[in-house]
């Protein structure tokens, strides 16, 4: 069993993925590290995210240790991870770290949620279960503004708002693997939601398919 969860940045598809993910007892891969993992590596060596060939030769050395580390959700990484998921090598080399994650889930697990911006689309679009998280952007700042100032209190809510404006401009334009909803997915607007509700939700409709197909 495979469950895609889908969304712009700051939509909540994290929190939502790890919850289900450990209500299910299923395997959890947050793909968005993977880029983060790629892109702090970058930046570790001086280096400009946008550069194909040291973007590319970074992704291809990833290990799973990689994915650790606080500096990985900094907003500098988060940049830096959408420039070189902008680009179609590094795409291909990390698609197939996540489809065999999905296709053979680790630890003996019976199923995996996936998370992140094509897994309906693109990495796992036979998925059976897929979902599409949205929000704001006002919203999604506010929220993301709220998470920095616990470490940083001189965050300031018009950068953030700004920075996710156009990490939305670069993940929905760009050539290879765009931010979109599957035609299949279930959209979940989290605007007026909590984390709660949400969860909920999305519980609700697994239990309901996973009946089904009894």
């Known amino acids: 069993m495979i469950i895609a969860i889908d969304g712009p940045a700051a939509s909540g598809k994290g ?17 968005g590290l993977l880029y983060r993992a790629t892109g702090a590596k970058v930046l570790a060596l001086g280096l400009d995210p946008s550069d ?16 650790d580390g606080q500096e990985l959700r900094s907003e500098e990484v988060g940049n830096a991870a ?7 090598r590094v795409r291909a080399v990390l698609l197939d770290f996540q489809r065999n994650l999905a296709s053979c889930p680790p630890g003996g697990k019976r199923g995996a949620v996936l998370d992140g911006r094509d897994i309906g689309t693109v990495v796992c679009p036979d998925a059976p279960i897929k979902f599409y998280l949205t929000a704001s952007v006002e919203e999604r700042a506010n929220r993301r503004f709220k998470q920095l100032q616990e470490k940083n209190p001189a965050a300031i809510y018009e950068r953030v708002l700004k920075e996710l404006e156009e990490r939305d401009a670069r993940d929905s334009a760009r050539d290879v693997a765009p931010l979109k909803m599957a035609s299949d997915a279930i959209h979940i607007d989290t605007d007026r939601l ?15 398919h996973m009946g089904e197909n009894d």
């Open 52 to 67: 194909e060939d040291v973007a590319v030769g970074v992704a291809e050395k990833l290990g799973a240790n990689d994915l």
């Open 15 to 31: 929190t939502l993925a790890r919850r289900v993910a450990g209500a299910m007892d299923y395997a959890y891969l947050d793909t």
């Open 194 to 208: 909590n984390a709660d509700a949400v969860f909920n939700a999305v519980m609700a409709h697994i239990r309901t």
């Open 82 to 88: 959408s420039k070189v998921a902008a680009i179609p």
